[in-house]
């Protein structure tokens, strides 16, 4: 291995055992012990099957990924397979199995809720804590890794945008815009919290749904998410979720992702028509800061020249 990317790793590796240190600092001034006769702590939450069988997905997206079989075939049934296991498994008649899957707190909870604590003047409980820092964990492996393989609402936003419509229907966003009204509300959020009490993101939670109870928070969150997400890829991830921005900050940090070999490259542009993201302009161009790369692999099996890698 080169020594830049021994580097590269070495840098890597020590912002994550600083992630994690971090971590504990948080839990420490901000954490509170579970309930129970037996306080949960950081790393008992990651027992629930929702955090190990998450790991087992990720693990799997990222074998197929890094061996060229993430393809749009395997990608979907990947996705259907993401979605029942967090959307469907909580509500059968599993046991402990099944309520172990269910999202509490979901992915944007684990966002809004420990703020919430925080402006009442309460400790945050270790669970919001302990989510948060595995999202950050499959993050920091790899490129989006939670996002692309664990969450529910991406998977069902990602296939509501294979159903065809007419040509020209579908459209890519600019990121500097979506990214720009993402930052925009959640400085919104934290404005309105601290300083009326009022929760944003309470409005604007598609996780909701999988709670299977039809709630005041329907209208923006349905439309944003599912109408939107026929027209564009992914635009709840692009425009609201506060973990979608925090993936995309910690995203640049990733030990493994889409990388280009430039000497393979041909400057064809499949990678870039056939990719639903706005990510792959800027790996072509070997940007440092990109667009979220949500780890789906189109661009991987797009590439005639087996110009791009996931490692
Ligand atoms: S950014 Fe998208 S994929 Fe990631 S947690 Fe939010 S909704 Fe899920
Ligand atoms: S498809 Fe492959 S060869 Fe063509 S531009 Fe993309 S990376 Fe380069």
Redesign the pocket.
């Known amino acids: 291995m080169k020594r830049s990317a021994l580097l590269l790793h070495f840098r890597t590796l020590a912002l994550f055992v600083l992630m994690l240190l971090l971590s504990g600092a948080v839990t420490l001034l901000f954490g509170a012990e579970g309930e129970g006769s037996r306080p949960m702590t950081f790393f008992s939450v990651w027992a629930l099957p929702r955090v190990w069988v998450g790991a087992i997905l990720g693990f799997l997206g990222l074998v197929l990924l890094m061996t060229r079989k993430a393809t749009a075939w395997v990608r979907f049934a990947a996705l259907v397979i993401i979605f029942l296991a967090f959307s469907v498994v909580p509500f059968l008649p599993w046991g402990k199995f099944a309520s172990g899957m269910g999202l509490h707190p979901s ?2 909870c684990s966002v809004e809720k420990p703020l919430m604590f925080i402006q009442m003047g309460r400790s945050v409980p270790i669970i919001f804590i302990s989510i948060l820092g595995f ?1 950050l964990l499959m993050t920091v492996i790899a490129n ?1 890794l ?3 393989w664990n ?5 069902l ?1 990602e296939l509501l945008h294979r159903i065809p419509l007419p040509r020209g229907w579908k459209g890519k966003l600019p990121f500097r815009i979506t990214n720009a009204i993402r930052i925009a509300l959640f400085l919104l959020f934290v404005a309105l919290l601290f300083g009326m009490g009022f929760s944003l993101y309470a409005w604007i939670n ?2 909701e749904f999988l709670h299977w109870q039809m709630e005041w928070a329907i209208i923006p969150a349905f439309v944003i998410t599912f109408i939107g997400a026929l027209f564009f890829y ?1 635009p ?2 692009y425009l609201v ?4 921005l925090l ?1 995309w900050l910690a995203e640049h940090i990733s030990i493994l992702r889409v990388r280009l070999d430039k000497q393979a490259c041909t400057d064809c542009m499949l990678c870039v028509k056939k990719s639903p993201c706005p990510t792959v302009p800027s790996i072509l161009e070997g940007k440092k800061s990109r667009p ?1 790369c ?1 780890a789906c692999g189109a661009c991987i099996e797009a590439c005639p020249e087996n110009a791009l890698k996931f490692k």
């Open positions: 992915p944007m999202i989006k939670f996002c692309g969450c529910p609402i991406g998977a936003q598609p996780f992914r709840f991830c979720c506060p973990i979608g993936t979220d949500h």
